[in-house]
């Protein structure tokens, strides 16, 4: 009966050390900056590793050469593109520190 009582407290610290790992992971994926582009670089957006928009950046080339419009749709695909990007990375940090376990909340 011992041995049940062992099991359970091994599984208990090995939970424990994953969420230790997993906050560690996304502090530092809160830090991470992760840039998207559009229209061949000249609208850009940044993310952090979580995928909240931190910046927008449009070119003097993107206004002289476009309307509204056109540079209201690049910097939606640029966000896109970085929150894209973030995710992957996210998805790529938390298999590392999960082992493969897929946790819902961090696709």
Not at 67 to 72: L, M, N, S, T, V
Request: no cysteine; aromatic share 2%; charged share 30%.
């Amino acid at each position: 009966m011992s041995g049940s009582f062992g099991e359970m407290g091994n599984l208990l610290a090995q939970a424990q050390e994953m969420d230790k790992r997993v906050r560690e992971a996304l502090e530092e994926l809160a830090e991470a900056r992760i840039d998207g582009t559009a229209g061949g670089g000249v609208v850009g957006a940044t993310v952090d590793g979580l995928g909240v928009v931190q910046g927008v950046h449009v070119s003097d080339e993107a206004l002289r050469g476009t309307d509204r419009a056109g540079i209201e749709e690049m910097l939606v695909v640029a966000l896109k593109d970085a929150q894209a990007r973030a995710k992957r990375q996210r998805e790529e940090r938390m298999t590392k520190v999960t082992g493969g376990v897929q946790l819902p909340w961090f696709s």
